[in-house]
């Protein structure tokens, strides 16, 4: 089986500006402190290429509080990259900051560009057979339907689910950690989106740990969540904890910092 859902060559990631303490957020619980997701950030990048991958900085934008998670703008595949169409208004302009970096790497690139298509990264999961989206407050069925009609001449396949009611993005609650196997809230998987994989729970209490990445040969999960850390090792993933303090604060978590990918040949 192809291992193209978790192994890759490069990951793109973007400073986090000090205009960060604007970021939308669902539920204020105080400002994020910017020195301290410098130095998450910092650890986060180190993981990743402690992997092997290279790992591409991009700087901060001011202008748009968000843009450190750049998983948002762009879905990444093996034949090619899709600039996404952000729902969250103040986030649109990130998506068309993003596309020169992944024309560079990728040549040609393609756009959601329906004026009535909404989709954002966080909230697609790529599996080795199917591509996930979830609907959610900022994924519409027109912007998940113009996915699908892009990618189908790469031989992709999309398929709709939903993402729980009240939660962010569909991978807010969920996360590939090999081939088969999905890591989910019960809130999710009770849904029955993930007919045909191998799930592992989160522990019940630790729906934030949810998001995770797997990236290359090691797991990254958010600190502080013991329980599902300890099924994680149980189940015998090679595990790295990253502190997520402060991202959590605007509901953003592992997998959002980062665009992971290998360029096409
Ligand atoms: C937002 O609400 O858009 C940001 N504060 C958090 C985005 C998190 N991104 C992700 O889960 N992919």
Redesign the pocket.
């Known amino acids: 089986m192809s291992e193209r859902s978790f192994r890759f060559t490069h990951a793109i990631t973007r400073k986090p500006a000090a205009s960060i303490t604007a970021?939308?957020?669902?539920v204020d619980t105080g400002n994020p402190d910017l020195a301290l997701m410098q130095a998450h950030h910092a650890d986060y990048i180190t993981t990743l290429r402690d992997t092997g991958a290279t790992v591409i900085e991009l700087g901060a934008l001011e202008a748009y509080?968000?843009s450190v998670?750049v998983?948002?703008t762009a879905l990444c595949l093996p034949a090619g990259a899709v600039i996404m169409r952000?729902g969250?208004p103040s986030?649109l302009g990130e998506a068309a900051e993003m596309a020169p970096h992944l024309a560079a790497l990728y040549g040609d690139i393609l756009q959601i560009a329906g004026a009535d298509s909404f989709i954002?990264?966080?909230?697609i999961l790529m599996t080795e057979t199917e591509i996930l989206v979830g609907r959610s407050a900022?994924t519409n069925a027109a912007g998940i339907a113009e996915l699908a009609a892009l990618t189908a001449d790469w031989g992709e396949v999309v398929r709709e689910v939903h993402t729980p009611p009240g939660v962010?993005?569909f991978?807010?609650d969920c996360s590939l950690l090999d081939s088969e196997t999905i890591l989910s809230t019960r809130r999710l998987s009770d849904s029955g989106c993930f007919a045909g994989y191998r799930l592992i729970d989160v522990a019940e209490g630790e729906e934030a740990a949810a998001?995770t990445i797997r990236f290359n040969n090691l797991v990254l999960m958010p600190a502080g969540f013991p329980r599902t850390r300890d099924r994680l090792l149980a189940a015998g993933y090679a595990l790295r904890e990253i502190g997520n303090s402060e991202?959590a604060k605007?509901?953003?978590?592992m997998?959002?910092l980062s665009l992971r990918f290998t360029p096409r040949a």
């Open positions: 970021g939308l957020r669902a509080p968000d998670f998983e948002d952000p969250a986030r954002e990264g966080g909230d900022r962010l993005h991978k807010t998001n991202c605007l509901d953003g978590g997998s959002c």
